[in-house]
Nanobody, 120 residues
Framework: QVQLVESGGGLVQAGGSLRLSCAAS????????VDWYRQAPGKQRELVAG???????NYADSVKGRFTIFRNNTRNTVYLEMNSLKPEDTAVYYC??????????????WGQGTQVTVSS
């Protein structure tokens, strides 16, 4: 069984920084693309950043230059470094990963989410 767990959320003042972690565990054969999404109250879930196996990254325009996504393949973990945080970054952040288990094909997994709150 494969699990995806996010951590690192919290309360921070505007201009501050947080680092989110997305750790995959279980019977993992390989991990392909990993994406971070966020959902603010009353809004749709939106893609924040993504990273592919080869290290190619993409970012939403709203976070470019402030957020950095990177991965540690040895630890099956993807990080989202968030700097210069703004109140509008407040949301629940979710990790989504394409994972192939040792007994199956690639499928999408979601974590439970981690709350990020930025105060003004």
């Amino acid at each position: 069984q494969v699990q995806l767990v996010e951590s690192g959320g919290g309360l921070v003042q505007a201009g501050g920084s947080l680092r989110l972690s997305c750790a995959a565990s279980g019977s993992i054969f390989s991990i392909n693309a990993v994406d971070w999404y966020r959902q603010a109250p009353g809004k749709q879930r939106e893609l924040v950043a993504g990273i592919k196996t080869g290290g190619i990254t993409n970012y939403a325009d709203s976070v470019k230059g402030r957020f950095t996504i990177f991965r540690n393949n040895t630890r099956n973990t993807v990080y989202l470094e968030m700097n210069s945080l703004k109140p509008e970054d407040t949301a629940v952040y979710y990790c989504n990963a394409q994972i192939r288990s040792v007994v199956g094909n690639y499928r999408d997994y979601w974590g439970q989410g981690t709350q990020v709150t930025v105060s003004s």
